[in-house]
């Protein structure tokens, strides 16, 4: 993994807001579009290319696809593994966001109504083994074409994490909790291997460890630390075999625009964060709610070797931040963890699912670019 040895290097998370061309084979099918459409296949080719090319343009140093290939953030793992049975009319309380719920019933009843209606069970009803090779085959192929037509420092996927794959789901078929995310956590094991086969990074994706802190932290600490541990552990056994330094962990608060009081504390969340063998954390810092938490490193020593990506732009507002901000957030972490441990980064990614986006495209390229702007000024901070 390459390090900012000479200079501030910038990254993102990777869910990118899809062009209106790929979006609409998701409108065309009813499911996921059947990868044997050549045309659908050419569109995404071009899509990546073109978001690749985009973000090398910019100055990102380390980039990904977008995550064009793939249906949202996490639940696109249940298209490619078997054992779940999806159930509409079953619904399952939103329990990752918290007291919020609560707190802002009338707000979640306007805006994001699921939070209070709850979401459509996935139940695991069989054995969970992971049957759909060709899609993240597809995804490393597309990627890896798309990369050859420019330079890069280094690329990464994204894929997710044993706590948030199925955050919907509910177990049926194992005869313990422990059993069940064991098996999940398997099944995710072969999409690693497979990213890392193909010489790829590996990001893993992880909102729903931090998101379930304050619903599990009502019952008891005790709760929620036996529920994340296992699911830390499960993770850190899906990743054996892979170098540290090729393993990206990615934790937020989730990117869903809500009032995230409930949030848990870095603070609460850090000494957990780096239990997951990884030579990277890439944790949300630049949202008005979480900004403060850079001071969290100044008691937790960031283990030798590791790199830290913060977020120093976000996906919160439509507001494009100033370079001179992005620097001044990268100094901060830069003088308390070292200039060549900070990789800057963003929040969270910018498009929840392939129809979603947290704000308009022409905003996300220009927080971009303020990302890149923000690392020279900040790289003058730093070396000069």
């Known amino acids: 993994m390459k390090r900012s040895t000479d200079r501030i290097l910038t990254t993102h998370v990777g869910s990118l807001i899809r062009p209106e061309s790929l979006v609409s084979f998701t409108k065309a099918y009813t499911g996921k579009p059947p ?6 296949r050419s569109t995404m080719q071009m899509a990546i290319d073109d978001v690749v090319k985009r973000q090398v343009e910019i100055g990102i ?20 593994i078997s054992g779940f049975e999806n159930r509409p009319q079953q619904k399952i309380p939103a329990d990752w966001l918290g007291r919020d719920r609560e707190r802002f019933k009338e707000f979640f009843a306007l805006e994001m109504p699921v939070g209070v209606e709850g979401l459509p069970v996935d139940a695991c009803t069989g054995p969970i083994r992971y049957v759909d090779q060709r899609s993240i085959a597809t995804n490393i192929e597309l990627f890896k074409k798309a990369l050859t037509k420019v330079i890069v420092t280094e690329a990464f996927l994204t894929t997710v994490a044993p706590a948030s794959a199925a955050f919907n789901g509910v177990n049926e078929h194992y005869a313990t909790e422990r059993e069940y995310i064991h098996a999940l956590a398997e099944a995710l094991r072969e999409e690693y291997l497979q990213i890392h086969a193909a010489g790829l990074l590996v990001q893993v994706d992880d909102a729903v460890l ?56 870095l603070s609460e ?64 972490f830069a003088r308390i963890v070292g200039r060549e441990n900070v990789i800057a980064g963003a929040d969270c990614g910018f498009a929840q699912a392939q129809r979603i986006a947290r704000v308009h495209p022409q905003v996300m390229w220009a927080k971009f670019e303020a990302l890149v702007a923000g690392a020279k000024l900040a790289t003058k901070d730093l070396w000069w």
């Open 210 to 265: 931090a998101n379930m802190y304050d619903h599990l932290v009502q019952q008891s600490p005790d709760k929620y630390r036996q529920w994340a541990e296992l699911r830390v552990e499960a993770l850190n056994h899906a990743l054996s075999g892979i170098p540290e330094d090729r393993i990206r962990y990615h934790i937020c608060f989730g990117s869903w625009h809500v009032p995230h009081v409930s949030d848990a504390p």
């Open 269 to 332: 969340m850090a000494r957990l964060i780096l239990q997951v063998r990884a030579g990277a954390y890439s944790i949300e810092a630049a949202n008005p709610r979480h900004e403060h938490e850079w001071r969290v490193w100044e008691k937790v020593r960031l283990p030798e070797g590791k790199i830290l990506i913060p977020g120093v732009i976000t996906h919160h507002t439509t507001t494009v931040e100033h370079p001179q901000v992005v620097a001044d957030r990268i100094v901060r």
């Open 61 to 80: 140093d380390i980039v990904n696809d977008g995550e064009f290939g793939k249906s949202s953030w996490a639940n696109y793992i249940l298209e490619r």
């Open 35 to 40: 990868l044997e459409d050549a045309n659908y």
